[in-house]
């Protein structure tokens, strides 16, 4: 095998290799559409274009999918960050609404120090029923994800909360160093979160939890306080793209803010690289993985796929994008293009049947033939 063949095996086989390919791939497609997709202007200080639409609309999903690696990794899942969403942007619009002033600085910060509180609340919440108590995850999160967003309809009265507020808007829509405030939190988040879990013994611990509850236990770790850490980690961060969502919008909507971004989350996870058994996971992936997801939103766009046939297209590329990450996949697919058809079965070993059952060498049964007889005598 030569050197550059190694190389390239190695490559392929590295965690983000395919997550990256895939990005490139949905960037350069839309060149064919939009020739100026990649150019960025500078106005009045701030950069724009396709690119920046893409980070911008990206960063709530990348904020929850981050959350949600953390929580995949303990071995567990949380379906209720939508709703938590919803809560954080409703409570932050509710105060603004009501004060004298809403842009008054103070009266905001206000505003957004309680809807993160109330977020890291119900992160512990969900923390407390599958740690604590022992519900499954999933059913633990249910529940608050239904009654999370019938408590954001009942903060908002079931109507759209609208506020007209420039410090609250710089969250979601402002520019600073030329970048989107929101792209800025994110990086803040993400870089935060990579530096206590990857340069501590935190991540360790956390994949020990998920990959394996009872040796990590018999280990004396602290697997109860580490998942209800990681419940909290996720409300924080639903919480804040919550903030960023509302102030983009300069809104709060209790019944579609964060809808179904779970599922979005779930995805850009497993696109991301991390499984969903618990156990190894990458934040970085997860990054990748939520931008792909957006990246692909845009490309439909600029495509022009029909509106009724988006999610079947959306579907399609994510089941194509899942198989070329299969190993699996991969290895049987080579083994095919090698063979020129299907793999073949292997050899039946001696004395064993097609059917499996059997097995050793074939024995003979009655008496010993004349002529063995013979040469024993």
Known sequence: MSDTHRRLTGLVRQRLFWPVLILVVLLVSNLFFTPSFFSITVRDGHLYGSLIDILRASTPLVLVAVGMTVVIATGGIDLSVGSVMAISGALACLHISGLADQNSVTGVLFAVVLALGLSVLLGLWNGALVAAIGIQPIIATLILMVAGRGLAQLITDGQIINVNSAPYKVIGAGYALTLPVSVLIVVAVVTAAALLIRRSALGMLVESVGGNPTASRLAGIRARQLVILAYVFAGLCAGIAGLIFSSNVSSADGNNAGNLIELDAILAVVIGGTALTGGRFSLAGSVLGAVIIKALDITIYTIGIPSQANLLFKAVVVIVLCLAQSSAFR???????????????????????????????????????????EVRA
């Open 331 to 373: 290895a049987r697919l080579a083994g095919i293009t090698r063979r020129g058809g299907p793999a073949r079965p292997p050899a039946t070993p001696p004395g064993k049947r097609p059917d499996g059952t059997g097995g050793g060498l074939p024995q003979q049964a009655g008496p010993a033939a004349p002529a063995e007889a």
